[in-house]
């Protein structure tokens, strides 16, 4: 008989984001495991890194990171439970790790394994034990991308979701990383499943860790994904948007229609901010109309367009009457301005 085909994975279009932990899979045949987790339609891949040192368990290393990235297109996020991050670092970088944790309770300095986080190019994370006080990471906040709000002790899969330590935490934990105009997010790992999905939403948690509900024996994996998804969604949209459904992460918006040398100009003084923003051609695509005449949608993601118009809006509105006035004065040849390089991490201006 024919094997059974791997459904496409659905888009992701609201707010919520899943990543699959791969603690409670199959351990012996990870490389399925990842793979199963792409086609039912993971956002990302929690990786839950144990020592026996730190934790009384142990996992797996850089190695199998490093062979599981060569299985998945998705992004591979490592949750350090051990004791020395900095003195194996560079091996989880070389792995292809896309965001590193770890752990604010570890005995050695932390801040300078933050630092080569960021100047890997990897997106930065600190988590902490349910009894540790949001207030740790106080010192660490503006290095960091990311926070994980742990909700069981960590570990092993499988707990009891810590419904108070949530309430306590996450919503917090959001307000530490408010200095990030975008990318900014709150990891929520242990216990979240269907039944607490909607809890972890209505606090504002931007991505649900979910383990052992994902691999429960004749569960349609693709099916508990979607359902923690919305109604994370839903918790969110009730609970601090107002009814309104939360805008989807993959959206973009127009922020400014400009000459290109305005655009470019625009789109490398958001960049600073930690905004990506792209440019393309708009209005008439005819190849007929030179570049430097047309103009520019200046675009950017949806979610940060608030935020970029609370920083830019007196800005953009100088741009327009700037390319008002070039293109009444019959559109001279406007000094060259060259496609900004989106900045390195150390070089955005938090």
């Avoid at 080569?116 to 990897?122: D, H, L, N, Q, S």
């Avoid at 040398?261 to 600073?272: N, P, V, Y």
Wanted: with cysteine; hydrophobic share 40%.
């Amino acid at each position: 008989m024919p094997g059974r085909r791997a459904r496409p994975a659905s888009p992701a279009l609201g707010r919520a984001r899943v990543a699959a932990s791969i603690l409670d899979a199959d351990l012996g045949n990870l490389a399925y495991a990842v793979r199963r987790a792409e086609t039912e339609g993971a956002d990302r891949i929690h990786l839950d890194v144990m020592d026996g040192h730190f934790v009384p368990n142990l996992t797996f290393g850089p190695r199998t990171i490093k062979a599981l990235r060569k299985r998945t297109r998705l992004p591979l996020d490592a949750h350090l439970m051990i004791e020395e991050p900095g003195r194996y670092l560079d091996e989880y970088l070389d792995a292809g790790c896309d965001s590193i944790t770890i752990h604010v309770e570890i005995k050695e300095a932390i801040e300078p394994t933050l630092r080569r986080i960021r100047e890997a190019g990897r997106a930065v994370g600190l988590s902490l034990r349910p009894g540790t006080p949001l207030s740790a990471l106080e010192p660490y906040r503006r290095l960091l991308d990311l926070v994980m709000v742990m909700t069981v002790e960590p570990g092993f899969g499988g707990q009891a979701f810590m419904a108070d330590v949530a309430r306590a935490k996450i919503l917090a934990a959001r307000d530490l990383l408010a200095h990030k105009l975008h990318g900014a997010e709150v990891h929520v790992d242990g216990g979240v499943n269907r039944e607490t999905a909607e809890l972890v939403g209505s606090l504002g948690a931007d991505v649900l860790v979910v383990g052992s509900a994902l691999w429960i024996r004749g569960r349609d994996m693709g099916r508990e994904i979607r359902l923690v998804r919305a109604l994370a969604d839903e918790g969110f949209q009730y609970a601090l948007n107002g009814g309104q459904p939360p805008v989807p992460r993959d959206r973009m918006s127009t922020f400014a229609t400009l000459p290109r040398h305005l655009a470019r100009t625009l789109q490398g003084e958001i960049e600073r901010l930690g905004i990506p923003v792209f440019i393309f051609r708009a209005g008439d695509t005819s190849i007929d109309l030179p570049d430097g005449e047309r103009d520019w949608d200046v675009l950017l993601p949806a979610t940060a367009e608030g935020a970029a118009t609370d920083h830019f809006g007196a800005r953009r509105a100088d741009l327009l009457a700037e390319a008002s006035a070039w293109r009444t004065a019959g559109m001279p040849p406007p000094p060259p301005v060259p496609a900004p390089r989106p900045p390195r991490p150390s070089e955005v201006v938090s």
